[in-house]
C-alpha cells in the first residue's frame, strides 16, 4: 500500500515537472522593442517656373507705306516695324503688333491697351504733354499731291483750294492753319491712301500729307497722274516711339536700342532697303519721309 502510494506519488510529481517544462517551452518571449529610425528629410520643393517674358504691344496704324502696311498675308510690314523689331533685338524685348487705326492711337496709349506706338508719330509740344517720346528716329516733312495738270506751285496757292488731309495728323494742323480749322474745303480721311483716291477721281484740288506715303504712292500708281509740290514754308518735323507718360524705364530700353541699331549700322541697312540710300548722320537725310 504505500508502496504504491509512493510510485503514484512519483508519477504524478513527474507528469507536473513534464507539464512545467512543456509550459516553460511554449511561452512568447516579449517582442523586441522598435528601432528608432530617423525622420525621412523634407523634399524640397521644386523652384517655380521662370515669369514668361512680357510682351509689349505695339499699336500702329498699318495703312502708311512704305513705313507701316499689311502685306497680302496680313502681316505688318514696313520700314517703322523693322526699326522697332531691330530696337527690340537689341534691347531684349519681345514685341507684337496691332494693327491700330490712326483715328484714337492715343487713347490706346493712354488707356494702356498698348505699350508703345510706332507709326510715323511726329514728335510736338502738344503731344508731349500726354506721351512721352523716344529720341527721334526720323525727320520728316510735309509734302503736296495735286494733279499734272495743277496750277498749284506753292502751299499759299491751296488757301482757297478743297484739300485732302488725314484726320489728325501734322497734314491736317497746316492745313487747318492755312485755311482755319472749320473750313469747309478741308476734306478729312481715315487714312492718305484714301485722300489720295479722293484726289484721283477729282474730290479734292490736293493733298497735303507726309512726303514719303505721298512719294510711294505716287511711285506705285501712275494712272493717278500725280505731281508732288514741296515747300519751304512746311517746317522740319521728326517723328519718335511714343509711351505712356512717365514710362521712364520702357524709354531707357528704346532709346539704347535705338543708339545702339544707329551705331552698328543696322539703322542705315534698314534706311536703304526702304529709300535706296543709307540715312547718313542721325536718323535724317534728303530722302522720302513722312510723319503724322
Known sequence: MTTLTTRRFLQTAGLMAAGLILAACGKSEPPPAPTATAPAPAATPAPPPPAPPKVYVVGTDAAYAPFESQNEKGEIVGFNIDVMNAIAKKAGMEVKFV???????????????????????????????TMDFSAPYFDAAQLIAVKQNSKVAKFDDLKKLKVGVQTGTTGDEVVSKLQGKTSTNIKRFESTP?????????????????????????????????????????????YGIAVKKGNTELLAKLNKGLADIKADGTYDQIYTKYFGKPAGAGASAPAPAASK
Open 194 to 238: 484714301l485722300a489720295l483716291k479722293e484726289l484721283e477721281a477729282g474730290g479734292v484740288d490736293a493733298v497735303v500729307a507726309d512726303n514719303g506715303v505721298v512719294i510711294n504712292y505716287v511711285a506705285n500708281n501712275a494712272g493717278g497722274k500725280f505731281k508732288t509740290v514741296s515747300d519751304t514754308a512746311f517746317a522740319p518735323e521728326q
Open 99 to 129: 494693327n491700330t487705326p490712326w483715328e484714337g492711337i492715343f487713347n490706346t496709349l493712354a488707356q494702356g491697351d498698348r505699350d508703345l506706338l510706332i507709326s510715323s508719330i511726329t514728335i510736338t509740344e502738344e503731344r508731349k504733354q
